[in-house]
C-alpha cells in the first residue's frame, strides 16, 4: 500500500491532538483515544475481508450457505486492489487502541479517484468512497464518522474540493449518518434491478469538502 502523503496528514492531526502515536494513526476521539485509523496492510486482508462480509451479508436465511464464498470473493477483490494499487487508492482501517494490538480491526473503508469514462480511466477524476464497515458489535461509537473523515483529509490532500458515495435509498440508517456530515443527494439512480427485483434504488451522495 502506498503512503502517498499519509505523513503530512499525520503531522497536522499531530499538532490538532494531544493523543498521537508515531505508527501514523488517525485518532478518532482525542479525549479517549479509543480508535484509531491507519493504511491497510496486506496483513490485514482477512480482518476487512470479514467485516465487509458482515455488515453486507448475513450468516443466517436460505444465502447463509454462500457466507464463506462472499467472504473470500471479497478477500480476493481486496487483494488485487493492494497488489496492484491505482495511483491514488487507499484502504484504510480503524483499531481498538486500547487493547494494544493494532490489527484489532473495527471497521474499514476504501477511497479511490473515479472518472466520468470509468471504463478507459478518462475524464473528469472524481474522488469516490466505497466499502465502508464496521463491525457489528462497534457500530453507534463513531468508527464510522472517524472513517469517513479520514477519508475527507486524505481527499483534501489529493486536491479535490468534493467527495461521492453511493447509499441505498431504503439504508436510512446509513443516510441519516452521512446527512448528519454533510453529505447530500445528488441523484437518485434507478436500474433494471430496481423493477424487476423490487430493490431498492441507489443515491449517489455528494459533499463539498471545506478547505482547513
Known amino acids: ?8 496528514i499525520n503531522t497536522k492531526l499531530a499538532l490538532k491532538y494531544r493523543f498521537f502515536h508515531p505508527y501514523h ?3 478518532i476521539d482525542p479525549a ?6 491507519r493504511a491497510a496492510t496486506p496483513a490485514d486482508l482477512i480482518g476487512v475481508a470479514q467485516i465487509i462480509t458482515e455488515s453486507f451479508h448475513s450468516h443466517n436465511g436460505i444465502w447463509g ?3 464463506p464464498l462472499l467472504r473470500l470473493g471479497i478477500y480476493e477483490d481486496l487483494r488485487h486492489r493492494m497488489a496492484s494499487p491505482a495511483p491514488r487508492h487507499i484502504c484504510l482501517v480503524a483499531f481498538e487502541a486500547t487493547s494494544g494490538e493494532v490489527n484489532n480491526l ?14 478507459n480511466q478518462v475524464g473528469v477524476g472524481f474522488p469516490y468512497l466505497s466499502n465502508l464497515a464496521v ?3 462497534y457500530r453507534r461509537h463513531g468508527v464510522a464518522s472517524g472513517l469517513l473523515t479520514s477519508c475527507e483529509k486524505v481527499s ?3 486536491g479535490f474540493q468534493d467527495l461521492y458515495l453511493h447509499v441505498l435509498e431504503n439504508n436510512h440508517q446509513a443516510r441519516q449518518l452521512y446527512f448528519k456530515l454533510g453529505y447530500r443527494v445528488h441523484k437518485v439512480e434507478s436500474n433494471w434491478n430496481t423493477f424487476f427485483l423490487r ?11 471545506s478547505a482547513d
Open 65 to 67: 450457505w454462500a457466507f
Open 1 to 8: 500500500m502506498r503512503n502517498f502523503s499519509l505523513n503530512k
Open 199 to 209: 430493490r431498492s434504488s441507489q443515491m449517489l451522495l455528494h459533499k463539498h469538502l
Open 32 to 37: 479517549s483515544c479509543q480508535f484509531q485509523i
Open 25 to 27: 494513526q488517525l485518532p
Open 106 to 119: 473495527v471497521g474499514s473503508v476504501e477511497l479511490g479517484v473515479r472518472y466520468s469514462d470509468s471504463w
Open 135 to 137: 463491525h457489528p458489535k
Open 156 to 158: 483534501r490532500e489529493w
